[in-house]
């Protein structure tokens, strides 16, 4: 059975960092391509960031130079480092698998607010 489960997300204030994190099971983690998703209210779900299963990372314009996405295939987890937050990262955020099937998380919350 694949479970993606995200943790991590939490309420932080303007410019402060937060960390999230994604374990795969049940998937032959090293094999996928791995992303970082996130959706405000009404808003559609856009990329944050991505990591090839060949470490090749992409971001998202707004996010660039503030958030980091890394991967460690010994633990199947996809990590977000979210630096200099701003109240417009609001938002749940989502990791999504790619193999090429695809399997997403059921996100987790993160907050800017002072």
């Known amino acids: 059975q694949v479970q993606i489960v995200e943790s991590g997300g939490g309420l932080v204030q303007p410019g402060g960092s937060l960390r999230v994190s994604c374990v795969a099971s049940?998937?032959?983690?090293?094999?996928?391509?791995m992303g970082w998703y996130r959706q405000a209210p009404g808003k559609q779900r856009d990329m944050v960031a991505s990591?090839?299963?060949?470490?090749?990372?992409n971001y998202a314009d707004s996010v660039k130079g503030r958030f980091a996405i890394s991967r460690d295939n010994d633990k199947n987890t996809v990590y977000l480092q979210m630096n200099s937050l701003k109240p417009e990262d609001t938002a749940v955020y989502y990791c999504?698998?790619?193999?090429?099937?695809?399997?997403w998380g059921q996100g987790t919350q993160v907050t800017v607010s002072s």
């Open positions: 990591i090839t299963k060949r470490g090749a990372t």
């Open positions: 049940g998937i032959l983690f090293r094999l996928f391509d």
């Open positions: 999504k698998a790619v193999s090429p099937t695809t399997y």
